[in-house]
Each structure stands twice: as structure tokens, then as C-alpha cells.
């Protein structure tokens, strides 16, 4: 099965307390994904205004999918998509 990576890049431009209270279960959604290979990678910007979060799915659907699920966007945004591109990894070395 051919899988597509996508970065997307987060903001943290909603409410700042909801988003920490939110933070915790978001997390432990991120290492589910990780734990499942849906997820390469993920971490906030060194400045705290937003994240970058690396996923390999099967398409842009399982990926609407996945943000869907994510704690941060479900109910209450906690944060906001900043951009989703689709991005081609070289392989170096």
C-alpha cells in the first residue's frame, strides 16, 4: 500500500487555557498515532505560537479523518490548521 506524508502546521491562536487544558489528551492521541505509524512526527516551535506534525497515511482523507480525531479539534478548536501540504521525502544517504 502506498502511503502519502503530510506536513501540517498548527497555531496556537485559540484560547490559550482551553488548549492546555485539551493538551494531555491531544497528546496521548499523538502517541497513539505514533504507535500505530500514522504519525513520524510532531513538536511545537521553539516560540510556542504553533506546531509542526508529520503524518504517513493512506490519503488526505485518512488524514481529515485523523485531525478530525485529534482533541484539539474536536469540539472546541483548541488550535487552528494552518496549512496541510503534502510533502515528498528524499531519500539522503
Known amino acids: 500500500m502506498t502511503m502519502t506524508v503530510f506536513a501540517v502546521q498548527l497555531d496556537f491562536d485559540q484560547d490559550e487555557e482551553r ?8 497528546r496521548d492521541y499523538l502517541q497513539r498515532l505514533t504507535g500505530e505509524g500514522r504519525l513520524r512526527s510532531a513538536g511545537p516551535f521553539a ?4 506546531a509542526l506534525l508529520v503524518y504517513e497515511v493512506t490519503d488526505r ?3 481529515d479523518a485523523v485531525l ?3 482533541p484539539y479539534f474536536s469540539g472546541q478548536p483548541a488550535a487552528t490548521v494552518a496549512s496541510i501540504r503534502e510533502w515528498q ?3 539522503l544517504g
Open 19 to 26: 488548549r492546555l487544558e485539551v493538551r494531555p489528551r491531544h
Open 47 to 50: 516560540d510556542g505560537a504553533g
Open 89 to 91: 521525502i528524499l531519500p
Open 61 to 63: 482523507a485518512e488524514l
Open 68 to 70: 478530525a480525531d485529534d
